[in-house]
T-cell receptor
Framework: NAGVTQTPKFQVLKTGQSMTLQCAQD?????MYWYRQDPGMGLRLIYY???????DKGEVPNGYNVSRLNKREFSLRLESAAPSQTSVYFC??????????????FGPGTRLTVL | GNSVTQMEGPVTLSEEAFLTINCTYT??????LFWYVQYPGEGLQLLLK?????DKGSNKGFEATYRKETTSFHLEKGSVQVSDSAVYFC????????????FGDGTTLTVKP
């Protein structure tokens, strides 16, 4: 099992460009999440999908959109990148909500720089 | 709302020293508690977990006990190694919250030989 995979691993964008970060999991998890990690700010939830076909805003959704393409895949789109979106982005997945021991499994991250 | 407060870092220790990283929480409902570890350049991975009061989670020599009375889940290790250098995150999940986790800000540990 590959677990949670993310592409690309690194990306440099110019202000105003758009891009989509891809995430896939092969653990048959229902829930998937997108976080950003900035120095000194821990992890902040951008969007999540509790199950296939549903998405909800997290703590910092402005400037992002998501698509839960199917049970395996959950993509994050930046429509018009800004320097404030320079960050490391992590995708995660977990079993269905309400399950005890519901830990999250993380991908390796995408390091995004917006110039 | 839910929140997790971790001991501020960075923490620097010599090899074989005793480690404690404090974590306290507030939660609506009955949370499960987790410690995650992030090695340089990698994503977070689960280190240990506990789901009810007085449960002790343990893994790789690390331990943490779920203390409901003090709303704490402190991470300890008796003798740290250079390879334990990483960022440690305390987190909680409440079952009524769509599976979302609340994370602390992370504590950076550096172990020197």
């Amino acid at each position: 099992n590959a677990g949670v995979t993310q592409t690309p691993k690194f990306q440099v964008l110019k202000t105003g460009q758009s891009m989509t970060l891809q995430c896939a999991q092969d653990m048959n998890h229902n829930s998937m999440y997108w976080y950003r990690q900035d120095p000194g700010m821990g992890l902040r939830l951008i969007y999540y999908s509790a199950s296939e076909g549903t998405t909800d805003k997290g703590e910092v959704p402005n400037g992002y959109n998501v698509s839960r393409l199917n049970k395996r895949e959950f993509s994050l789109r930046l429509e018009s990148a800004a320097p404030s979106q320079t960050s490391v982005y992590f995708c995660a997945s977990s079993f269905e909500p309400g399950v005890l021991y519901n830990e999250q499994f993380f991908g390796p991250g995408t390091r995004l720089t917006v110039l | 709302g839910n929140s997790v407060t971790q001991m501020e870092g960075p923490v620097t220790l010599s090899e074989e020293a005793f480690l404690t990283i404090n974590c306290t929480y507030t939660a609506t409902g009955y949370p499960s508690l987790f410690w995650y570890v992030q090695y340089p350049g990698e994503g977070l991975q689960l280190l240990l977990k506990a789901t009810k009061a007085d449960d002790k989670g343990s893994n790789k020599g690390f331990e943490a006990t779920y203390r409901k009375e003090t709303t704490s889940f402190h991470l300890e290790k008796g003798s740290v190694q250079v390879s334990d250098s990483a960022v440690y995150f305390c987190a909680l999940t409440v079952n009524t919250n769509a599976g979302k986790s609340t994370f602390g800000d992370g504590t950076t540990l550096t172990v020197k030989p």
